[in-house]
């Protein structure tokens, strides 16, 4: 037997039925119309803004990066809980924008943005972070041909990681940002070229569970921002200070706790460096908001074994929730939180089984020897921690299968 992440504590079930939202998991399926499906609940999303609003100082923004889901629905309601939209693409700035948030507090990041994506989010009247001085240029011809004073700041890579990261972002080469040793001049050629100056972009990390790391990074980040102000001369009018903050997917993981994040910050920005003190900061996070309050749900359709281990397979799979696979993020492979849902809480049976899903190929893996109750065709399986990088993250072309359904609660 293999373990697997924690369950969040939340979830209960009625007469042995998993509740999401209130609602039985069979009965959100039967409203889905089927499985696979995805099912977002926004108490939980309101629940973990009001958690961070609470634990940060009050001035600092929450920004929302669409990247972790991109759901319309669940967008549209993200637009009037948070302060800004992060964006990664032509395709998501349309999204952000038909989400009702205001262009003006949309920032686009990533590398590789087109002339056309360029144009548009600068003719929108988004701030484009860039990634490099190429980028920069382009940037300045995309905004004398739409007619628009482009709204500029630069994205960095730190010269430090955020340590324990799931996924590093900074520190050494890397395809994000421009070096730290160069963003002072490219800040300072946008502003003489006559850009709107917007200020600084440090994101070192994602998914970390750390609080003491996430506090030294936020901390280098600030003293990067004030150094590099100071060399380019000019206060920036908002510093992002990245995210990275993680959830508990994997065994023997505990939920973040932000309060002490919250704490540091605090006096960081009772204590800012001249040049910082009029600026406003952001922190920019997805997975956080977003990734607890989704459940996957997938039927089983075939329960068999092979020289004695049990294999139980269901109807979604990798091209859906490819996280949940060890494909996405992580290195080693390892089990998300897993449950039947018709027989939630139920005692487990003796042996352990190996959820697979229905693409032909060994990597769709769901969950790897793992304790369930006894299985039968037709069970209903519950992925939890899959509101973030599921559906829109999962290669969900591969071999033809339907797509996920998705449903959004609260
Ligand atoms: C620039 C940027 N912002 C935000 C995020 C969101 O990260 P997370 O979902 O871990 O909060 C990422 C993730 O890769 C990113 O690259």
Not at 39 to 65: N, T
Not at 289 to 318: C, M, N, P
Request: glycine letters at 12%.
């Amino acid at each position: 037997m293999k373990p697997m992440g924690p369950i969040p504590a939340w979830f209960a079930a009625e007469e042995g039925m998993l509740l999401i939202g209130g609602c039985g998991a069979a009965s959100l399926v039967d409203e889905a119309g089927d499985t696979p499906l995805f099912v977002y609940d926004m108490d939980i999303v309101g629940a973990q803004v009001r958690r961070f609003r609470s634990a940060m100082p009050d001035a600092l923004h929450l920004h929302y990066a669409v990247k972790a889901n991109p759901y319309a629905p669940l967008l549209a309601r993200m637009a009037g809980l948070v302060d800004g939209f992060d964006i990664a693409s032509g395709g998501e700035l349309d999204m952000a924008l038909s989400a009702g948030m205001a262009p003006d507090h949309i920032s686009f990041a990533g590398p590789g943005k087109r002339n056309d994506e360029l144009e548009a989010a600068i003719f929108a009247g988004t701030t484009i972070h860039l990634e490099s001085e190429g980028e920069g240029r382009r940037a300045l011809a995309a905004a004398e041909k739409v007619g628009k004073t482009p709204r500029l700041a630069v994205r960095v890579n730190p010269d430090f990681d955020l340590k324990g990261s799931g996924m590093k972002m900074g520190g050494g080469a890397k395809p994000f940002g421009v070096d730290a040793d160069r963003a002072g001049a490219l800040a300072r050629a946008m502003i003489d070229a006559g850009a709107d100056w917007r200020g600084w972009h440090i994101f070192a990390g994602s998914q970390n569970l750390d609080p003491a790391a996430i506090i030294a990074t936020q901390s280098a980040t600030i003293a990067l921002a004030a150094r590099l102000s100071d060399e380019v001369g000019m206060a920036p009018p908002l510093v992002n200070l990245g995210g990275g903050f993680g959830l508990a997917y994997f065994p023997g993981d505990e939920r973040l706790d932000i309060r002490p994040i919250g704490v540091a910050l605090d006096s960081e920005m009772d204590s800012l460096p001249d040049i910082l003190k009029a600026s406003e900061f952001a922190i920019e996070l997805g997975r956080w908001l977003v990734g607890e309050a989704g459940v996957y749900l997938t039927r089983v359709v075939d329960v068999k074994t092979s020289q004695g281990e049990i294999f139980v397979v269901v109807d979604g799979g990798l091209h859906h929730q490819l996280a949940a696979s060890g494909n996405f993020g992580t290195v080693v492979r390892r089990n998300y939180p897993i449950a039947i849902a018709n027989r939630f809480g139920a005692e487990t049976a003796p042996d352990p089984v190996t959820v697979v899903g229905c693409l032909c190929t060994p990597i769709d893996r769901l969950g790897d020897k793992v304790a369930l109750p006894p299985v039968q065709e037709g069970d209903l399986v519950a992925i939890f921690l899959a509101g973030a990088y599921g559906a829109s993250a999962s290669p969900s072309a591969f071999l033809g299968h339907p797509s996920p359904r998705e449903l959004l609660l609260g």
